[in-house]
């Protein structure tokens, strides 16, 4: 059989079964090819993906999907899983309107057990599964694939805590690349180091497994800091298993790109009386040498050039990069300021504040419970911490956000990337409810900056002149362009434009539409002024005075409808009296699934071209 | 000295390092007597402050507080701490209005370090609080003392798993009570009742601490289902101890009831070159044997009887209780019913579903992140799982239900006790805020019961009527009386009373209020008609159509403004061309205090005589 041939057979498991185990190696071959070549163009998670190529192949090679079943965590490591089920002939439509998800999604494929986007969720998920089974009788397997990064969240804990009840069909498979997205830190991160550095000793153990090859030791870029609680934690290693302890039989470690080693690992899995911990070990990146060396830079990415695996757009232009250089110049003059990220360094522009200002960084791993918890213990003592954090995971933190947060008014700044629509990642991963669910907190303050001047304007504020949770929420990407007149203002709102019995009431990037609807509309003798909201929370009194002048209100809102600003705008005025017109476009009840974030606000009316329609609509009427 | 008079002497930590560690037992039973007198009086947490006297005493007696710093976990065990730091000549006061809180709250004492209501953040909070300590150049100790329950939140070991940077001063005191708040369940618990029965490991490890007597080895009701796991767990026991792995210098365990020794070891853990971790293990509800034998029973309490430890109301006349009689009364005829909490079996009304159907009831540990999760995995299968959870813990799920359950549309139950106010607990533990947060989440249906009746109807609704994830919320305490010619309706909403141009919507047991009003307001002329929402997401449009023939609309909300279901309404309204007067009461922009429940409800006018006072004065407007 020629190369290049092998993964077009594959039709479901069942095609991956009748190939012979040595013909396994030249179809990862392939599958990586696809894989590059995809992400190459429409953009993607590559490094992840290309470290469970073969994991992935011997997980159908052994198990049977769909009667079997895998719930991938955080699920940003599918797509071979995607390939090998079915959906092969659409994978070039990965990420796009009506393609593929980058994410397992039940409802595009039955081999898509759970959905996932969010991370730590998979051992819980199983356990569900793996129980409902038990009532119904099903000995079907339920497989977890968790990595070590997933693992430093406190929800895969109380899952391991309570799968004792589990029965012998759970399975865990830990996909340990040594980093997740960003560089490991903490207690889990050594301990696993500590028991891929020791394989003889559960090669010894788990006997059925023979011998495996001695692993480096830890990766170089260990905090050096934390070597001595890593010294600790060997002790542990060299006599006891963490996760034997918690009620499993643990396997491995083995080579995560060792197809022989995989199936027979998998296959002593499915044999044991206990559920199973299985602990692989994986390189991210692997097989794509710029992934291999710089896979935090190959996490997610945009389409980039193949051969030199650069990515087509500017890695400054964006408000992550922007917020962080100036929290930097911010932190340069103020050492209060510290930097918190739950495993996002890079993905939250924090790098450089990593680089300069070490001793005020904290990576606290896949963590926003505590992140928040943490910043505010900080700032009881006169620290004033910045957790930068995307909008999709700060839904993590609401309780810390309300609890100790703001009911002890504590001086925390949330940096909220990506709020807004997200485009491709889809709806895991669409920024859409901190400003409704921001909004039910009393006492948080919360700006939404338009562009990046506006950007450090907020971040200013919200350091010296907010007392209690202030955040700053910013969209994925670049800034818009927005008209060269307008001046960015510390005011609550700004307003724009010429006077008009008609008014866009907006925030954020909205803005800058708003600003070319208006332009349009004006040309359509059909003059709007523009209320921009730089401050949605807490909204004053004299906004609302104002409002109540104008005839015909359209609020235009980048975020869920129900309980969101519009909505909350609308109360007041009603309650004053307004006998205007008042309508709302936002987000309705309803979750969005990918597509690039332009046609997304095309889709809801949020685009210049669709306020002008509502506007001309409601006119006609 | 005479007994009885040395707690008198103590306004401050400083007079108690005056007395000589000889007159420490007897200060603890005067302590005892006056924590036993005031919660029997005043109701609170019995059990757990009784189980901490002698550990509260000896850390005043070592530490130098509030120059040192204690963070409570949870924060139910704080009672001697206040008793020691100035506040026994207000101690009376504790739980009601203007009075101490039953939790650590920092406006109420520089002793109070960090507030708490919810559980297993300490460590995040002490830990901030040490590396603030760090860059002031501070060397004060912070210790967080926490529960083994607290010990199964996730949020405690990404904790656990970031302290590694924590210098020598940041010290853990483990308070091992071998139950929490319900029996403990999972590896955890199991962990730690293998390291309680081997103490003498630890002492000849620890040397400096010298000889312990034998502790029993763990309570008879561990689940015998769970002895297989507890045998692997033993292993690690005999050669490691997780904590040290971590990072932790471990001393114990002790006994937590005897003085010399808890003195001793607190020395000890001051000199640690790393952070400490101190296992304590104390009886709950020590010295009053009602609350030994249940401590359960003892935990959170309403007024008792000191002799007979009777409570004085009625146990089964409350909305946790009729839940629990009425789900079981479902479990008996289907089989698919699960029953879910989070270490709350007895405050959700779960224990008769516990002892009838063992095999489909999971205490999951204080992890309401996990057991969303876990729900919405055994629901892809076909189960019904129910999770019974207080409302202001379900804050902890935000996420979970947003992203796990909603987006996929898994078919769970959310049981939301304790919704609305719910008095002497104070800011940290008010359910006024999930009817909004659960209004962000698309899909999401809620219903929100007024009498055990519609509870009943709300939860079969739930169960057999709804596709996706249903909330059924319902308040603390008792039903409220109804008018006896209303019925409970399966519509969405209901209208009671003679029509009117002026009506009154509202939701839960404020409708009871709100039938009263109206009958106060007919006697003086102004009649009004009630719009009581039994659903209060989604609410259909014919609700607004309806509401479009009123003049004027009352809204009261015993929930948060921001977001909530009057702000929703009203936006509607507004969109519709509502011309008529809109006036909405409900919770402002703040936390609210403990104080009575029906005392609050008066002040946000939330009550018969609020709502007609609100409605009279609009009319004389």
Same mark, same amino acid.
């Given at each position: 059989?020629?190369?290049?041939?092998?993964?077009?057979?594959?039709?479901?498991?069942?095609?991956?079964?009748?190939?012979?185990?040595?013909?396994?190696?030249?179809?990862?071959?392939?599958?990586?090819?696809? &894989? %590059?070549?995809?992400?190459?163009? #429409?953009?993607?998670?590559?490094?992840? =993906?290309? /470290?469970?190529?073969?994991?992935?192949? @011997?997980?159908?090679?052994?198990?049977?999907?769909?009667?079997?079943?895998?719930?991938?965590?955080?699920?940003?490591?599918?797509?071979?899983?995607?390939?090998?089920?079915?959906?092969?002939?659409?994978?070039?439509?990965?990420?796009?309107?009506?393609?593929?998800?980058?994410?397992?999604?039940?409802?595009?494929?039955?081999?898509?057990?759970?959905?996932?986007?969010?991370?730590?969720?998979?051992?819980?998920?199983?356990?569900?599964?793996?129980?409902?089974?038990?009532?119904?009788?099903?000995?079907?397997?339920?497989?977890?694939?968790?990595?070590?990064?997933?693992?430093?969240?406190?929800?895969?804990?109380?899952?391991?805590?309570?799968?004792?009840?589990?029965?012998?069909? &759970? %399975?865990?498979?830990?996909?340990? #690349?040594?980093?997740?997205?960003?560089? =490991?830190? /903490?207690?889990?991160?050594?301990?696993? @180091?500590?028991?891929?550095?020791?394989?003889?000793?559960?090669?010894?153990?788990?006997?059925?497994?023979?011998?495996?090859?001695?692993?480096?030791?830890?990766?170089?870029?260990?905090?050096?800091?934390?070597?001595?609680?890593?010294?600790?934690?060997?002790?542990?290693?060299?006599?006891?298993?963490?996760?034997?302890?918690?009620?499993?039989?643990?396997?491995?470690?083995?080579?995560?790109?060792?197809?022989?080693?995989?199936?027979?690992?998998?296959?002593?899995?499915?044999?044991?009386?206990?559920?199973?911990?299985?602990?692989?070990?994986?390189?991210?990146?692997?097989?794509?040498?710029?992934?291999?060396?710089?896979?935090?830079?190959?996490?997610?990415?945009?389409?980039?050039? %193949?051969?030199?695996?650069?990515?087509?757009?500017?890695?400054?232009?964006?408000?992550?990069?922007?917020?962080?250089?100036?929290?930097?110049?911010?932190?340069?003059?103020?050492?209060?300021?510290?930097?918190?990220?739950?495993?996002?360094?890079?993905?939250?522009?924090?790098?450089?504040?990593?680089?300069?200002?070490?001793?005020?960084?904290?990576?606290?791993?896949?963590?926003?419970?505590?992140?928040?918890?943490?910043?505010?213990?900080?700032?009881?003592?006169?620290?004033?911490?910045?957790?930068?954090?995307?909008?999709?995971?700060?839904?993590?933190?609401?309780?810390?956000?309300?609890?100790?947060?703001?009911?002890?008014?504590?001086?925390?700044?949330?940096?909220?990337?990506?709020?807004?629509?997200?485009?491709?990642?889809?709806?895991?991963?669409?920024?859409?409810?901190?400003?409704?669910?921001?909004?039910? %907190?009393?006492?948080?303050?919360?700006?939404?900056?338009?562009?990046?001047?506006?950007?450090?304007?907020?971040?200013?504020?919200?350091?010296?002149?907010?007392?209690?949770?202030?955040?700053?929420?910013?969209?994925?990407?670049?800034?818009?362009?927005?008209?060269?007149?307008?001046?960015?203002?510390?005011?609550?709102?700004?307003?724009?434009?010429?006077?008009?019995?008609?008014?866009?009431?907006?925030?954020?990037?909205?803005?800058?539409?708003?600003?070319?609807?208006?332009?349009?509309?004006?040309?359509?003798?059909?003059?709007?002024?523009?209320?921009?909201?730089?401050?949605?929370?807490?909204?004053?009194?004299?906004?609302?005075?104002?409002?109540?002048?104008?005839?015909?209100?359209?609020?235009?809102?980048?975020?869920?409808?129900?309980?969101?600003?519009?909505?909350?705008?609308?109360?007041?005025?009603?309650?004053?009296?307004?006998?205007?017109?008042?309508?709302?476009?936002?987000?309705?009840?309803?979750?969005?699934?990918?597509?690039?974030?332009?046609?997304?606000?095309?889709?809801?009316?949020?685009?210049?071209?669709?306020?002008?329609?509502?506007?001309?609509?409601?006119?006609?009427?």
């Amino acid at each position: 059989m020629r190369e290049g041939n092998l993964l077009k057979r594959i039709n479901s498991p069942a095609d991956l079964k009748k190939l012979n185990i040595k013909q396994l190696p030249a179809l990862c071959d392939e599958i990586r090819e696809t &894989l %590059i070549a995809a992400v190459s163009e #429409n953009g993607g998670h590559l490094a992840s =993906n290309l /470290g469970v190529v073969e994991l992935t192949v @011997a997980m159908h090679f052994v198990f049977d999907c769909p009667r079997d079943e895998i719930v991938f965590d955080v699920g940003h490591q599918s797509y071979t899983h995607k390939l090998l089920t079915g959906r092969q002939h659409r994978f070039d439509t990965l990420r796009k309107e009506n393609g593929l998800s980058g994410f397992p999604r039940p409802t595009e494929s039955e081999y898509d057990t759970f959905i996932a986007g969010h991370s730590s969720t998979s051992i819980s998920a199983a356990f569900g599964i793996s129980r409902a089974n038990h009532y119904k009788m099903k000995d079907d397997y339920v497989i977890a694939v968790i990595g070590d990064g997933a693992l430093t969240g406190g929800m895969a804990y109380e899952a391991l805590n309570n799968a004792g009840k589990a029965g012998s069909k &759970l %399975i865990v498979i830990l996909n340990d #690349n040594k980093m997740s997205i960003s560089k =490991n830190v /903490g207690a889990i991160a050594r301990y696993l @180091a500590v028991i891929r550095s020791k394989p003889s000793y559960y090669a010894i153990k788990n006997r059925f497994i023979g011998f495996f090859g001695k692993i480096p030791f830890i990766g170089a870029g260990i905090k050096s800091g934390l070597e001595r609680l890593k010294r600790g934690l060997k002790n542990m290693m060299y006599t006891s298993n963490m996760f034997e302890d918690m009620g499993f039989s643990y396997l491995g470690p083995v080579d995560g790109h060792d197809l022989g080693k995989l199936t027979t690992i998998l296959a002593t899995a499915k044999k044991m009386k206990r559920p199973a911990f299985v602990h692989i070990n994986t390189v991210k990146g692997k097989g794509y040498s710029f992934a291999e060396q710089n896979p935090k830079q190959f996490h997610g990415v945009p389409a980039f050039d %193949i051969e030199t695996g650069d990515p087509f757009c500017d890695s400054q232009d964006n408000f992550s990069y922007q917020m962080g250089q100036y929290l930097c110049s911010l932190a340069e003059e103020d050492d209060r300021i510290c930097a918190i990220t739950a495993a996002m360094t890079e993905g939250t522009g924090l790098q450089s504040f990593k680089n300069y200002f070490k001793d005020r960084f904290y990576d606290v791993g896949i963590a926003e419970e505590h992140a928040v918890t943490f910043a505010c213990g900080m700032s009881i003592k006169g620290m004033v911490p910045v957790f930068a954090v995307y909008s999709s995971f700060l839904q993590r933190g609401y309780d810390q956000i309300l609890h100790d947060a703001a009911i002890q008014k504590c001086k925390i700044v949330l940096a909220v990337d990506r709020a807004g629509i997200v485009g491709e990642d889809g709806e895991t991963h669409q920024g859409v409810f901190d400003a409704a669910f921001l909004n039910t %907190i009393p006492g948080v303050t919360v700006f939404s900056p338009a562009n990046y001047q506006e950007l450090f304007l907020s971040l200013h504020l919200a350091v010296y002149d907010v007392d209690g949770v202030a955040a700053v929420r910013y969209p994925r990407g670049a800034q818009p362009v927005l008209p060269a007149d307008y001046q960015p203002s510390e005011s609550p709102f700004s307003l724009y434009g010429s006077r008009s019995g008609t008014a866009i009431i907006t925030y954020g990037r909205l803005f800058a539409h708003a600003c070319e609807a208006a332009r349009e509309l004006e040309e359509k003798d059909t003059p709007v002024q523009i209320v921009k909201l730089n401050r949605i929370k807490p909204l004053p009194d004299s906004l609302f005075d104002m409002l109540m002048d104008y005839d015909k209100l359209f609020f235009f809102e980048e975020g869920i409808r129900s309980g969101g600003i519009a909505e909350h705008t609308a109360a007041k005025l009603l309650q004053k009296g307004y006998k205007g017109s008042y309508h709302i476009t936002a987000i309705d009840d309803r979750f969005i699934p990918q597509a690039p974030s332009d046609v997304i606000l095309r889709r809801f009316k949020l685009d210049a071209r669709g306020m002008t329609e509502v506007i001309l609509e409601s006119k006609s009427r």
